[in-house]
Structures are given as structure tokens and as C-alpha cells.
């Protein structure tokens, strides 16, 4: 399994990111993907996660109407389009494959992981 995360970058305060996230060798019994981050000096937080099936989302409370997962099963690939990006959202973005649970915000309960993507916002 691999996952690879892409579109990170550099953007300043209320600006706009759309991370990618292509899962390939993900068996289909995987229940759902979460993005996480880890900003520097901080602990890897939950961001956002989504199923695979039915496509519920579950949103951190201070991404909320900020950011939107989706995903594409034909291509096995997942989007995190991050919008009014502040500051606070600098951090290495991360996806990961779930193979159990609903909508997951515990890395230990995450499978796969990705290298990860940097994410700066500067004020």
C-alpha cells in the first residue's frame, strides 16, 4: 500500500490549498481515509476523515467550513480543499487509510500512512 500526498505549498493567510491524496494497493476492504497534521513542535492531530462507501465526513472543530474532503473511489484518490487558510493551519499535512472503524480520529486506529506534504501560511 502507498500513499502520496501532493499539492502542499506555500500560500498566505485567506488563501487556498487543495491537497491530494493517491492510494494505490489499498485493498477495498479499507473502511475510510483521515488527513491528519503535525505542526512543528506539536503533536500529530486528526483534521478530517471521510468513508469510502457512503462518503460521511467527520471535521475537526477548527477546520469546520473551512475545509472539505471528498473522494474520487474510481481513482482511489481523496481531496482535503483547504479555504480562509489561517496561520495556525502551517503544519506537515498527512493522509492515512483506515481498514476498520467508522470515521476514525485516533492514529492508532489509521493503517497507512503517507510521507506527508508541507502546508505554510504566512500572516
Known amino acids: 500500500v502507498q500513499l502520496d500526498e501532493s499539492g502542499g505549498g506555500l500560500v498566505q493567510a485567506g488563501g487556498s490549498l487543495r491537497l491530494s491524496c493517491a492510494a494505490s494497493g489499498l485493498p477495498f476492504t479499507s473502511s475510510g481515509m483521515g488527513w491528519f497534521r503535525q505542526a512543528p513542535g506539536k503533536e500529530r492531530e486528526f483534521v478530517v476523515g471521510?468513508?469510502?462507501?457512503?462518503?460521511?465526513?467527520l471535521y475537526e472543530d477548527s477546520v469546520k467550513g473551512r475545509f472539505t474532503i471528498s473522494r474520487d473511489n474510481a481513482k482511489n484518490m481523496v481531496y482535503l480543499q483547504m479555504n480562509a487558510l489561517k496561520p495556525e493551519d502551517t503544519a506537515v499535512y498527512y493522509c492515512a487509510a483506515a481498514m476498520g472503524g467508522f470515521l476514525p480520529k485516533l492514529e492508532r486506529e489509521y493503517d497507512y500512512w503517507g510521507q506527508g506534504t508541507q502546508v505554510t501560511v504566512s500572516s
Open positions: 471521510i468513508t469510502w462507501i457512503s462518503g460521511e465526513t
